[in-house]
């Protein structure tokens, strides 16, 4: 497994396999989000197979896949509703963990947090969030009179 850890709430990766959650939980994970819709690949294991090993570890799992279409405000929202229901830290994954830093990185410019901060995290982690800018300023509270779920549909 390739984790990447963003900060000590949230780390990304690409995709996970129903036999990793073990190594998952033992890292000290409590909570999973699936951004990866199911048949993107043949190969890949289904989101029902990882949501089963994980519950059964003991662990949330939540579904938020994001497709070729991009980022909509539900996902955002529902990532934000995600990160604050866990327990500890989160483990977001999809094909390559890009999808679930940039959903992340939505999230917390949704929530306010500095773009520029966000731009320097997700970077440490691998990811060029720069191209993100623009979404991240239409989901900024600033620009959404308090709606912080927003990006564009």
Known sequence: MDIRRIDARIAVSPQIDPADIPAIKAAGFTAIVNNRPDGEE???????????????AGLAYTAIP???AGFSHPQV???????????????????SGTRSCN??????????EDHDTLVGQGAAAGYDLNGLRPLMDA???????????????
């Open 139 to 153: 989901v900024s509270p600033d620009q959404n009179s308090g709606d912080r779920s927003g990006a564009e549909q």
């Open 103 to 112: 959903l992340w990185a939505l999230a917390q410019a949704g929530l306010g």
């Open 66 to 68: 994001v497709t070729h």
């Open 42 to 56: 043949a190969a890949q294991p289904s989101g029902d197979a990882i949501r089963a090993a994980a519950e059964d």
């Open 77 to 95: 929202a529902a990532m934000i509703d995600a990160m604050a229901q866990a327990n500890g830290p989160v483990l977001a994954y999809c094909r």
